[in-house]
């Protein structure tokens, strides 16, 4: 993207050039702020809950009804298609 910033500068395409840099700072903020999510152990509390613990049994889930008809593909199907 700032490559397109440059571009839309030296064509003097300004505003553009201003929507792309609010976009790469917007950007350059959000991936500051998951990083220090990151970094304060959200990533380890949310594994924690998605895993039991040992000590705990596990309780088994009903299997899902069956719907009729055929299944939205997958991206796996999608996938197997190419090759």
Sequence with gaps: ?????????????????????????????A???LSQLAEGGINQDAADAASPDDDEEEEEKPAAPARAGRARPTASDSK???R
């Design 31 to 33: 991936d500051q702020k």
């Design 1 to 29: 993207m700032v490559r397109q910033f440059a571009w839309a500068r030296l064509m003097g395409h300004n505003e553009a050039a201003e929507l792309l840099q609010q976009t790469l700072d917007e950007e350059k903020a």
């Design 80 to 82: 197997r298609s190419r």
